[in-house]
């Protein structure tokens, strides 16, 4: 379905030129992210063995991609689903030192997704991790991090308002924290999503913290995979997109979690079988850094830095033939 309606839209750049404009977004930004977070790019898995315990179960409900390769005899392959623990491994196999890191493309299939102008079954974004200390592990870090890579979209928003002057800068640089439990108290009678837009709609960028932890309600705002991101030190960046009259989510980051909260995580998700997998092993024995990252859409980027109505006309992807017949009545042209 087409989950945002915009009557008179025109898109402000044709199919080629928009192509031109996606990678200029992509080719600024990633350089702006790697400047400002000191990152060094490297390559990255399509896919994993499902028996490494290294690929990310999400919310704990989407099905991986899965298949056999001839000559891997008794494993199972899973396309990737975000690379959070992946990079961990590589931070420590590159032997990158505090305060560095790294980033790649990260491409995945997500077959569960519930398609419409901002969800896609291919998903492609930036994934990022970096070496930290346990002296950083805390929120005032973790927000120092949120504001540089601020200063990375806003300075890719002024290159793409300098190469196409009819498209006007419209991000507000200056992220707002709140955490989500502040957001229950503020707006305790909304759902998350309703809560989420209403406080963007207010401060038009905002970076929502403490995500995945039961609230006072005894439910998290939203889920979080219990290996990867501590649920204390995490949070998605919103900006406020009026096309959408809505929220659109750009990233999800966070400091992950060291022996002692992956512990606790396991065990408050029921999840405690994956302490036996060689990367949860070598986390809980203290063998791999402390780090943070996250991963940032590549084309929720390019569709908010272009002002586009839908996904599809940034990324080429799947869509059901009466999602692109509805697309095409209303002047929307995907890939």
């Known amino acids: 379905m087409v989950r945002y309606k915009i009557n008179n839209y025109e ?43 290294l690929n990310d179960n999400l919310n704990g409900v989407e099905r991986p991609v899965s298949f056999d390769i001839k000559n891997i005899d ?5 396309v990737v689903q975000s690379l959070a623990k992946w990079k961990r491994m590589a931070l420590k196999k590159y032997g990158i030192k505090r305060f560095k890191g790294l ?3 990260m491409n995945a299939i997500r077959r569960d997704e519930d398609l419409d102008n ?71 009678s909304l759902t998350p999503k309703q809560r989420e837009k209403e406080i963007t ?39 406020w997109y009026d096309l959408f009259d809505d929220a659109v989510e750009l990233s999800s980051m966070g400091i992950r979690v060291d022996a002692h ?31 943070m990252g996250g991963g940032i859409g590549q084309s929720r980027l390019c569709l908010v830095m272009l002002k586009k109505a839908h996904v599809g006309e940034v990324q080429a992807s799947i869509w059901p033939d009466d999602l692109i017949e509805e697309c095409v009545s209303q002047n929307i042209y995907l890939l």
């Open 261 to 291: 909260s992956l512990q606790r995580q396991l065990i408050v998700a029921g999840c405690e079988d994956r302490m036996n997998l060689p990367f949860h092993k070598a986390l809980l024995n203290n063998e791999l850094p402390l780090t």
């Open 201 to 239: 709609r207010l401060h038009k960028t905002v970076f929502i913290m403490k995500i995945g932890k039961p609230l006072a309600n005894g439910k998290p705002h939203d889920g979080r995979s219990p290996d990867y991101d501590d649920w204390e030190l995490n949070g998605d960046l919103l900006v």
């Open 11 to 53: 898109s402000k750049l044709d199919i080629l030129e928009t192509q031109k404009a996606i990678k200029l977004v992509k080719d600024t930004f990633e350089r702006e992210l790697a400047k400002q977070l000191s990152l060094t790019r490297v390559s990255a898995p399509l896919f994993v063995k499902k028996s490494s315990g």
């Open 118 to 188: 901002l969800h896609s079954c291919y998903v492609d974004q930036w994934d990022w991790e970096k070496v930290i200390y346990k002296e950083d592990r805390n929120l005032d870090f973790l927000k120092g991090t949120v504001k540089r890579i601020m200063n990375a979209i806003v300075e890719t928003e002024y290159a793409v308002y300098k190469k196409y002057p009819n498209i006007e800068p419209s991000i507000q640089a200056n992220p707002y924290f709140i955490t989500t439990e502040e957001l229950e108290v503020m707006y305790p």
């Open 103 to 105: 980033y790649t493309d």
């Open 74 to 78: 008794n494993e199972e392959i899973e």
